[in-house]
């Protein structure tokens, strides 16, 4: 049989009928995907809250009664200026005949009462349930960062589990558990349970994202890649989108974990639709593989001619020497690649620099964009309003790489886009808070992911081919490291607001001016060894 990519380049198209159905089914199944990555800024949101006092009224349909406040509560000064009701103190008992100013200097104690929230915006989240607010605070960072936990973990079961048992069965049944676990999660009785279910939802979503990204890459040519990487992503969005709807009409947070796991079930119907990859099926069942194919063919409207599947070299002797000796090679190449370690790209010093910088964009990339992404309640205005257009911005950010790569190389984009991006996130530290600084917020998250996408495909092409996959690997660990770490960098906040913004706006100018370090790749015969890969952009 020819290899697959030649059959796709000479008959069935890199691109045809087949590939778009299945880049459908992935894309769809993609939009779940930014459901749970993003459903913490609602599940998670932190309202307005006081100490509870026991026999007075302080809150009417969800609004407070300044009177009662004004009795029950201290001022305490506020980061932007002026002052405002504390959050984690209430007054003695003799708070009566003090004014609140009075009472800001002294006799208070914590809230040994319990807390009342302010409903407006949420009816219930797992803050205002299992009050994770003042000295617990930290556990709702902890929430969020254990997810990301789950996803790295996922990241390493399913993509070995892809490998031994398929990637269609991989992509079933990461699907499966999202759901599963998702709908236990709506019904958590302690935040124990919350987080534990929560991993299992964040390694099963990493499961659909690198799976479904293998999968489409695996079933287009190789001039196609670049197009549909770029494509899949967008339905993350999408679902962004969609999540800041449903967030609106759902306020109660055990509700909506619900509402955004039964999705899953419209993807029952995968199991007859997702096919297997068909270089996966090459390496372990050549009949089924010739089937698929046969397959593609058929919607592909082509048809193939019987050398495709030749075993007899009489029909394609040139095609079968050529084979041969790139499967020759092929070995050969397989066994030096499996005595290579992620030593051996640190061992000389181009490739460790290049390599450390690339881990570094890396990290940077994950711990600045969900630092914004799953932080948008800092912002003033609408929370469903700016995650929808927080959300909406990243759409034009993916499509844009479809051009700019082209046009500009690999290089320029990430350097801009990081650039643009640090710079947008220290203005923001310096706005007072109101439209101009959701704006530039929202510039800034269009920045970071256009950033984040286009770091992908360079790193592709900038290790060497006998280390590629192992620096492919430690620059995702880097990035799901940053993406771990994001949610306690807000805690920075309670020291000084803006500080968090300021660290994000450093690190991605830093980043940005590094990436000017490393070479251009477009265009460029890739580097095959360790060799190569020391002296490639040298000159």
Same mark, same amino acid.
């Given at each position: 049989?020819?290899?697959?990519?030649? %059959?796709?380049?000479?008959?069935?198209?890199?691109?045809?009928?087949?590939?778009?159905?299945?880049?459908?089914?992935?894309?769809?199944?993609?939009?779940?995907?930014?459901?749970?990555?993003?459903?913490?800024?609602?599940?998670?949101?932190?309202?307005?809250?006081?100490?509870?006092?026991?026999?007075?009224?302080?809150?009417?349909?969800?609004?407070?009664?300044?009177?009662?406040?004004?009795?029950?509560?201290?001022?305490?000064?506020?980061?932007?200026?002026?002052?405002?009701?504390?959050?984690?103190?209430?007054?003695?008992?003799?708070?009566?005949?003090?004014?609140?100013?009075?009472?800001?200097?002294?006799?208070?104690?914590?809230?040994?009462?319990?807390?009342?929230?302010?409903?407006?915006?949420? $009816?219930?989240?797992?803050?205002?349930?299992?009050?994770?607010?003042?000295?617990?605070?930290?556990?709702?960072?902890?929430?969020?960062?254990?997810?990301?936990?789950?996803?790295?973990?996922?990241?390493?079961?399913?993509?070995?589990?892809?490998?031994?048992?398929?990637?269609?069965?991989?992509?079933?049944?990461?699907?499966?558990?999202?759901?599963?676990?998702?709908?236990?999660?709506?019904?958590?009785?302690?935040?124990?349970?919350?987080?534990?279910?929560?991993?299992?939802?964040?390694?099963?979503?990493?499961?659909?994202?690198?799976?479904?990204?293998?999968?489409?890459?695996?079933?287009?040519?190789?001039?196609?890649?670049?197009?549909?990487?770029?494509?899949?992503?967008?339905?993350?969005?999408?679902?962004?989108?969609?999540?800041?709807?449903?967030?609106?009409?759902?306020?109660?947070?055990?509700?909506?974990?619900?509402?955004?796991?039964?999705?899953?079930?419209?993807?029952?119907?995968?199991?007859?639709?997702?096919?297997?990859?068909?270089?996966?099926?090459?390496?372990?069942?050549?009949?089924?593989?010739?089937?698929?194919?046969?397959?593609?063919?058929?919607?592909?409207?082509?048809?193939?001619?019987?050398?495709?599947?030749?075993?007899?070299?009489?029909?394609?002797?040139?095609?079968?020497?050529?084979?041969?000796?790139?499967?020759?090679?092929?070995?050969?190449?397989?066994?030096?690649?499996?005595?290579?370690?992620?030593?051996?790209?640190?061992?000389?010093?181009?490739?460790?620099?290049?390599?450390?910088?690339?881990?570094?964009?890396?990290?940077?990339?994950?711990?600045?964009?969900?630092?914004?992404?799953?932080?948008?309640?800092?912002?003033?205005?609408?929370?469903?309003?700016?995650?929808?257009?927080?959300?909406?911005?990243?759409?034009?950010?993916?499509?844009?790489?479809?051009?700019?790569?082209?046009?500009?190389?690999?290089?320029?984009?990430?350097?801009?886009?990081?650039?643009?991006?640090?710079?947008?996130? %220290?203005?923001?530290?310096?706005?007072?808070?109101?439209?101009?600084?959701?704006?530039?917020?929202?510039?800034?998250?269009?920045?970071? $992911?256009?950033?984040?996408?286009?770091?992908?495909?360079?790193?592709?092409?900038?290790?060497?081919?006998?280390?590629?996959?192992?620096?492919?690997?430690?620059?995702?660990?880097?990035?799901?490291?940053?993406? %771990?770490?994001?949610?306690?960098?807000?805690?920075?906040?309670?020291?000084?607001?803006?500080?968090?913004?300021?660290?994000?706006?450093?690190?991605?100018?830093?980043?940005?001016?590094?990436?000017?370090?490393?070479?251009?790749?477009?265009?460029?015969?890739?580097?095959?060894?360790?060799?190569?890969?020391?002296?490639?952009?040298?000159?």
């Amino acid at each position: 049989m020819l290899p697959f990519d030649e %059959i796709l380049t000479r008959y069935l198209g890199e691109l045809g009928w087949y590939q778009w159905w299945v880049l459908f089914l992935m894309c769809y199944a993609e939009m779940p995907v930014g459901f749970h990555q993003l459903v913490a800024n609602f599940l998670a949101a932190s309202p307005s809250h006081h100490c509870s006092v026991p026999g007075l009224q302080t809150w009417r349909e969800c609004r407070p009664i300044p009177a009662a406040l004004n009795m029950s509560v201290p001022w305490t000064a506020l980061d932007g200026g002026g002052s405002g009701y504390s959050q984690c103190l209430s007054s003695t008992e003799f708070w009566q005949t003090h004014s609140p100013e009075s009472l800001s200097a002294g006799g208070t104690l914590s809230c040994d009462r319990g807390w009342e929230y302010d409903c407006e915006t949420f $009816t219930s989240t797992i803050v205002t349930e299992w009050d994770l607010v003042c000295s617990n605070k930290g556990v709702r960072q902890l929430t969020t960062s254990l997810y990301m936990v789950g996803v790295a973990l996922g990241a390493l079961g399913f993509g070995d589990l892809s490998d031994r048992i398929g990637r269609r069965w991989a992509y079933l049944l990461s699907l499966a558990i999202q759901f599963a676990f998702g709908a236990a999660t709506a019904f958590s009785p302690n935040v124990v349970l919350f987080i534990i279910f929560r991993m299992f939802v964040g390694a099963a979503t990493s499961g659909v994202v690198n799976t479904s990204a293998v999968m489409v890459a695996e079933f287009v040519g190789p001039s196609e890649r670049v197009k549909v990487g770029v494509l899949r992503p967008v339905f993350f969005s999408v679902g962004a989108m969609i999540l800041a709807g449903i967030a609106f009409g759902v306020r109660d947070w055990r509700a909506l974990q619900l509402a955004i796991s039964l999705p899953n079930l419209l993807f029952i119907p995968f199991y007859w639709w997702c096919p297997e990859s068909p270089r996966w099926l090459l390496s372990r069942d050549k009949e089924k593989a010739k089937a698929l194919i046969q397959k593609m063919a058929k919607m592909n409207r082509v048809d193939l001619p019987d050398h495709v599947f030749a075993d007899d070299p009489t029909e394609a002797d040139d095609t079968r020497t050529e084979t041969d000796e790139k499967k020759k090679d092929g070995k050969e190449k397989e066994e030096t690649h499996r005595s290579y370690t992620f030593l051996d790209i640190l061992r000389t010093p181009n490739t460790r620099k290049r390599s450390l910088i690339i881990f570094f964009i890396w990290f940077t990339n994950n711990i600045v964009y969900y630092g914004i992404a799953l932080n948008i309640t800092d912002l003033s205005g609408s929370v469903y309003a700016n995650s929808l257009l927080g959300a909406a911005v990243e759409v034009p950010a993916y499509l844009t790489l479809l051009f700019l790569q082209e046009r500009f190389g690999r290089k320029l984009p990430v350097f801009a886009y990081l650039l643009l991006t640090g710079i947008g996130l %220290i203005i923001t530290a310096a706005l007072p808070a109101g439209p101009g600084r959701v704006a530039v917020a929202m510039i800034s998250r269009f920045c970071i $992911t256009g950033g984040f996408q286009s770091t992908m495909i360079y790193t592709v092409e900038l290790f060497p081919t006998v280390t590629r996959n192992i620096g492919m690997g430690f620059s995702s660990t880097a990035g799901r490291i940053g993406s %771990i770490v994001s949610p306690f960098v807000w805690l920075l906040a309670d020291l000084w607001r803006p500080a968090p913004y300021i660290l994000f706006g450093v690190m991605t100018v830093l980043a940005g001016l590094l990436c000017m370090l490393l070479p251009e790749t477009k265009g460029q015969q890739l580097p095959q060894t360790l060799e190569d890969g020391e002296e490639f952009g040298k000159g």
